[in-house]
């Protein structure tokens, strides 16, 4: 068995997310893919989105900031940034929402994923209010 059998930490963490493990589960392991390779902006989305999800908005906002400087072309970090913002009271949230709509309108083919990402947080979170705000801006 070679090292490229083995999935990396990060394929495992987002394997067990995707089997349904608990946001809270999941967070230490996202906060070690982020110590391991602090310069990959997708450890930190995923990070963010967890923290979103387990009510923990300060701390998303730090990791959703960290993502949006290492990659600012990702809608995904953009979403999570603005719900951050939008959970803590934060100022400037429509610049990032229209980055993610420019995104949506010039890649159509990221429009299903961020549906789904969209979808899967208000199954994950019920009622999740920054989110419904979110959604009803992204279709407007």
Same mark, same amino acid.
């Given at each position: 068995m070679t090292s490229a059998d083995v999935p990396s930490l990060f394929e495992q963490a987002m394997q067990r997310?995707? %089997? /349904?493990? $608990? #946001? $809270? %589960?999941?967070?230490?392991?996202?906060? $070690?893919?982020? %110590?391991?390779? #602090?310069?990959?902006?997708? /450890? @930190?989305?995923?990070? $963010? @989105?967890?923290?979103?999800?387990d009510e923990q908005p300060q701390a998303a906002l730090r990791s959703a900031k960290t993502a949006v400087r290492l990659n600012p072309q990702d809608p995904q970090a953009r979403i999570n940034l603005s719900l951050a913002m939008l959970e803590t009271g934060a100022k400037g949230v429509r610049e990032h929402v229209e980055i993610v709509q420019r995104v949506m309108a010039m890649a159509p083919e990221m429009t299903g994923e961020l549906q789904e990402s969209i979808a899967d947080g208000l199954v994950r979170k019920p009622g999740w209010k920054a989110m419904e705000k979110l959604k009803a801006w992204l279709a407007g």
């Open positions: 997310y995707q %089997e /349904g493990v $608990a #946001p $809270a %589960e999941l967070i230490d392991s996202f906060i $070690a893919i982020t %110590e391991q390779s #602090p310069n990959q902006s997708a /450890g @930190w989305t995923c990070l $963010a @989105w967890l923290q979103l999800l």
